[in-house]
């Protein structure tokens, strides 16, 4: 393994191990301990190779946390405050709010996902997917036929990948149903769960095709999806992985646009073309974000 092949191997565990320990103290000396090189050394190699300070990657990770729980949990702002190890909630409201430019109470009322100044989890030497803005939706509708399968996450895995999950839900849906794999549709709604730390998931399988929709079986159900604003987003390869579809869309696209998610259902549709190339369209319902600053208690 030559040297600069073994820099991105050490900077990515140490990523993983930052990304396990957002909720726990955090600073330079522990971080350096972790790795086994100096602070001075090891800030240079970091910041070479993510492009971002230490510090930096964990505050804007920090921050990103904060925003699911208050979108996507009922857990009370000192809590979240306390949980991501700021010093009080005096400080954890004045380091969002320089942030996102709103106080942390509005941000949970809005109820949109706003990633402004939010940063991805880092994965080294991944490339991005090459995804094509298809269209600004207004007032649409969607009905699927198929079936609903619910799981739960803890609230610290909602930006790792679903699949494994997914997968096997899949595979019984096609199984049960008889549905060919080659084409079908995917819906998923994400709300607060027993506790404060996890978020549940209602995932939906089915098909929007009104012939394929005449024979199905009869323990399957409609769903009816409005989506008063959206954005559609198209990908063609040989292979998609929608998690990277996803993460793309939320923390780059649409804050080009100066848009979050709603959190309402958002919408995948999956073919094959004759040249056995996925296609996958991701469709998010989504709401302008005016970042003005403005004085909100």
Known sequence: MNSEIYHYYIIGNLISWIEDNLENELNATIISNKSGYSINYLQRKFKRITG????????????????LYLCLTGKSIAAISKRL??????????????????TPLAYRRNKVLDLFNAL????????????????????????????????TIAVTDFDKPH??????FRENFFTDTGFSSDNYCTAAWY??????????????????????MNSCPEHCKYITMQFKNAKSFKCTDHIINPYDIIIDVLFRILKEYNEGWTTAWDFERFGLTDNNRVTLEYIIPVRYINKQVKNEH
């Open 85 to 102: 190890g700021y010093r009080s909630s005096s400080v954890f409201i004045h380091l969002f709010k320089k942030n996102f430019l709103t």
């Open 163 to 168: 699949y494994p999950i997914r997968k096997v």
């Open 52 to 67: 971002h300070s230490i510090s930096e990657y964990v505050r804007r990770r920090r921050i990103f946390r904060a925003t």
């Open 191 to 212: 709300s607060p769960s027993f506790d404060d730390q996890h978020i549940d998931v209602s995932y939906f399988i089915g098909t929007d095709d009104i012939a394929v």
């Open 120 to 151: 991805p989890r880092i994965e080294l030497m991944k490339e991005r997917p090459n995804i094509e803005i298809d269209r600004h939706i207004e007032n649409e509708e969607i009905t699927l036929y198929g079936k609903t399968y619910n799981y």
